[in-house]
Nanobody, 120 residues
Framework: VQLQASGGGLVQAGGSLRLSCAAS????????IGWFRQAPGKEREFVAA????????YYADSVKGRFTITRDNAKNTVYLQMNSLKPEDTAVYYCAQGQDPYWTSRILYWGQGTQVTVSS
């Protein structure tokens, strides 16, 4: 399985971006997918995750109410809609495939990251 994150860029505070995580392989729809981010000098942190079916979503408190995670299993793609962006959201964003149908924080595969920069 290969995961490719895209959609990052430079945006002003208050703006929006939509990240995509495209996966190869036939097992994509069997597992939960998560988004993480890592800012310079900081540890990688959890942002959001979605269950196999898309019926359950999980968010870090710092993004709750601003970010929305969805998935389209027919396209092997997970999206992260990011609204009301803040400078502290600046980071490299990574998607990851979990080991279970529901999010358990156990990661099977990591994707390449995409840079998100929010200017004040």
């Amino acid at each position: 399985v290969q995961l490719q994150a895209s959609g990052g860029g430079l945006v002003q505070a208050g703006g929006s971006l939509r990240l995509s995580c495209a996966a190869s392989g036939r097992t994509f729809s069997s597992y939960a997918i998560g988004w993480f981010r890592q800012a310079p000098g900081k540890e990688r942190e959890f942002v959001a995750a979605i269950s196999r079916s898309g019926n359950s979503a999980y968010y870090a408190d710092s993004v709750k109410g601003r970010f929305t995670i969805t998935r389209d299993n027919a396209k092997n793609t997970v999206y992260l809609q990011m609204n009301s962006l803040k400078p502290e959201d600046t980071a490299v964003y990574y998607c990851a495939q979990g080991q279970d149908p529901y999010w358990t924080s156990r990661i099977l595969y990591w994707g390449q990251g995409t840079q998100v920069t929010v200017s004040s």
